[in-house]
């Protein structure tokens, strides 16, 4: 069973129990950490693993150190340094086992821890060290300033004054062992909006799935305490309210980003860390800084600042660009028991310079291509229609959405993994030229995640399974995962790899169901 054996944060405030005071007393604010990141989360993964090496280490992460990798896409920059796939591979080095990056957005901690579990319960690692990390860099300010999401003040979540979020840095690392620990990982739960690129749906659908999977696997009705994505912007914070008023009415809400500030792909990672210490230890837990008046439509009781009591187990959710979300439960009980379900590779189609392959049978979308890259196919290739909306896709969603319609119909509970290296480098670079020169792209800038292509699938595939970015990882670790969520319980599973940007480029997909039952 998968336990939370140890863990560590890094905030501005301090290490866990500054950050808790600090939290309790209302005096945490938002800020930046010192240093380059991969030394910061190689300090945090040797305090919790206490001198024994993990077995497997994930890096839950939105952009890795973009800093450094701001500075690489530009002409004459080293590709190597900053992405997240550049860190698991230092990572791996740095604590001798296999490490790669998983990214959801600002999903990213609990889509991470997730599959920490998935390889517990699998048997596939004992000890798995899951870090959280992102540095910050002009890049976010301004693209989420173009968006207009940003409180230059600060970040009030589900207040009535709220006027968007603001960034901080924090870094964390829990361990997750097989057989002993302090709190359990009780439940989990993914999911896809397949709605829109930037804004959860308006009910909250999407997030009030993905809590309930992880009730329904942690077997309780209501958790004691919802530790919420509450990021202050007006659409997220509705959303979450009627997705909490629908199916967990009543319990009481904290958000911690009015203290800790938007970290991206770390926040998630960072609010369990400080959940399970209050957990572990019986403290209160911290309530929520800058809120004052309920603004949200859903009727949510949101705590506010002090200490405030609450029984376990506690419900942490989060949710990202792409319309991606990821929930943990955290409790003293196991998870509930899965029989296990064996998978099989059904078909696959791939993308050449002179179109595609699927099944055996073969086809052109028409498009003339230099050696070694790829096509990058229109909507009316691809659908036989016109569609405006397929225009500012780049080309890792046009890849994945063109070779998942070749294999369509797929269930709405598919779960989607793409494996990638180069990620979206292509559209990096060009909003970073773009912003040096005081013209930034803003309708490219949700293209800058290595998860959009998957939050474009989903829309346009009507999937609403998880989905997770893996970058730094190998076709036949790929193809482990999959094995793995199909074992959980989806009924299939979109692998893919897409290599753009880099030569040769690469782009092939899988499908993976459920193996049909022996004859008798």
Known sequence: ?????????????????????????????????????????????????????????????????LPLWAEAVLPGGDRHSGSPACLARQLARHF??????????CASGPVALAEAARLIRAGDARRVLVLGGDRLADFVDEGFAGLKAVDPDRCRPFDAARAGIQFGETAAAVLLDAATGRVQLQGWGQSLDASHLTAPTRDGGGLSAACSQALALGLVALPGLIVAHGTGTRANDDAESLAYARIMGGVPVVGWKGGLGHSL?????????????CLATGAAAPGTVGYHNLGVPGA??????????????????????????????????????????PAALVTRAEATAKGWEAGGATGSWGIPAAVGILPRPTARQVTGAVDPSWGRMDAPCRLLVALGHLLKPWPSATHIVLLTDSGCLLTDAAFERGRREGVPDFQSFAYTLASTPIGEASIRLGIRGGGQVVLGASDREGRRMAERCIGEGAPAVLLARIETGVEPEVAWIERYERAPAPCP
Do not use: Y
Request: with cysteine.
């Open 1 to 65: 069973m998968p336990f939370l054996a140890h863990w560590a944060v890094a905030t501005p405030s301090g290490d866990i129990h500054a950050t808790l005071d600090a939290l309790a007393d209302g005096s945490a604010r938002p800020g930046r950490l010192v240093g380059p990141l991969l030394p910061l989360l190689q300090r945090l993964g040797g305090e919790v693993c206490i001198g024994k090496a993990p077995d497997v280490v994930l890096l839950a992460t939105a952009k890795g150190d």
């Open 96 to 105: 001798a086992c296999p490490a790669w990056a998983l990214g959801a957005a």
């Open 265 to 277: 792909g770390a926040c998630g990672l960072t609010e369990v860390v400080l959940a399970a210490e």
């Open 300 to 341: 949510i009781r949101v705590l506010g600042a002090g200490l405030h009591v609450a029984p376990g187990p506690w419900l942490s959710t989060n949710a990202g660009f792409g319309g991606m979300n990821g929930v943990v439960l955290l409790g003293d009980r196991p998870p509930r028991a899965l029989a296990a379900q």
